[in-house]
């Protein structure tokens, strides 16, 4: 499936949540001196000067943090990354300040440097979160601009991890191991189900194909929309023969698909087609655990709306094999030759795309043929 990166380069943050201080400046003091000169001072140049003059001199002042998340901010439009980490790594054990780590994600974002976008994407997290639980229920706009930011700041976060982990081509353990940092921050994430065919795929590449299965059913707990993650916990259903799971399991990716939006830097075709392709392989595996409960009529029903939306081959091969059996079974059933030819004709179909059911449905067809003596 194609992946989209969406358009949260650089979160539009409230300015006032940015620029607040929330410590007192005491301009009787040299750091109340320098911190004051700070926050007058326009030239980024001298700011940044300033500023690493500050946290040089008051490493553990309270507005440490404040005075790092100006420079980061210079560092990272100077695309000066390494400095922007450095001065994040020496200030946040001191003052484990939000925005501090949110600059200084960003640098590791722009740097591509997966440890430190793993490393930060937590502290990031851990510190917005602080924000948005001591806020609790806003009441004044002060109040709603901080928590805001703080949400923002916690969903880039989730971004950073994302977009680092779908732009890695070379290392699947690489991409394992920022997914699962993903899960961690927010099983729930939106971000999830859209670097999910990249994590599953990493798992097969880097020899760990044994925890796709777990995986995909764990993403698949109660409350997820990962739509993604459920057809491959249906596929696993299905290998273990477990019918009713697989039913479950499309069911859900159904209504998952269903509820959620068009991603953004989607056109509305793409759109359409990534739903089609969901809603076909969701509608696919509920005929197949159908199949499987031996219930044919409901199997026929889902494997047919599906049909047309299969575009994968394994599955589509599947999908055939599948309506095979059920059409047979269902003339078989009730005397009706036409029926069991329609079968036949699926497991003809089957026996004609490379899937896993390939052989199974040569053979289907070739005992159908002589039970009908080719009427």
């Known amino acids: 499936m194609k992946s989209y990166i969406l358009g949260l380069v650089l979160l539009v943050l409230p300015a006032a949540a940015q620029e607040k201080q929330s410590f007192t400046i005491n301009v009787g003091t040299p750091e109340g001196q320098l911190l004051q000169a700070i ?53 946040w054990p001191n003052v484990p300040d939000m925005d501090l780590a949110y600059y200084a994600l960003k640098a590791a974002v722009e ?30 706009d002060e109040t709603k601009n901080d928590l805001e930011h703080a949400k923002q700041v916690d ?83 299905w290998r273990s023969q477990r019918g009713s799971s697989v039913i479950s399991y499309g069911n859900r990716a159904l209504e998952a698909i269903n509820s959620r939006q068009k991603e953004q830097g989607m056109s509305d075709a793409e759109w359409a087609t990534m739903k089609a392709n969901i809603v076909g392989g969701a509608n696919c595996y509920v005929g197949i655990g159908y199949s499987l409960e031996q219930k044919w009529g409901p199997a026929n029903k889902s494997l047919r709306a599906a049909l047309p939306e299969v575009k994968d081959e394994d599955l589509r091969g599947t999908a055939l094999f599948y309506l095979g059996l059920a059409n047979y079974s269902l003339g078989k059933l009730v005397g009706d030759r036409s029926q069991m030819r329609q079968g036949l004709n699926f497991f ?25 003596g080719g009427k």
């Open 39 to 91: 926050g007058q001072e326009t030239d980024d140049a001298r700011k940044a000067t300033l500023a690493q003059d500050f946290l040089s001199k008051y490493p553990k002042h309270e507005g440490a943090g404040w005075v790092c998340s100006q420079l980061e901010s210079i560092l990272v439009s100077q695309k000066d990354y390494d400095k922007a980490l450095a001065a994040g790594n020496a200030t």
């Open 111 to 140: 740097k591509n440097d997966l440890d430190q976008v793993k490393t930060w994407s937590e502290r990031t997290s851990e510190a917005a979160h602080k924000t948005i639980t001591a806020d609790g229920t806003p009441t004044d």
């Open 155 to 237: 969903e880039y976060a989730e971004y950073a991890l994302y977009v680092t982990a779908l732009k890695e081509k070379e290392d699947p353990k690489a991409v394992i191991s920022l997914v699962d940092e993903l899960e961690k921050l927010n099983v729930k994430s939106q971000y999830l189900p859209l670097v999910s065919a990249s994590y599953f795929g990493a798992l097969g590449r880097a020899g760990e194909a044994a925890k796709v299965c777990s995986s995909a059913e764990r993403m698949s707990g109660p409350g997820s929309k990962n739509a993604e993650a459920m057809l491959v916990a249906a596929n696993c259903a």
């Open 348 to 372: 003809e179909q089957s026996a004609g795309v490379k899937n896993p059911m390939q052989g199974q449905a040569s053979s289907n067809a070739r005992v159908i043929k002589q039970e009908l």
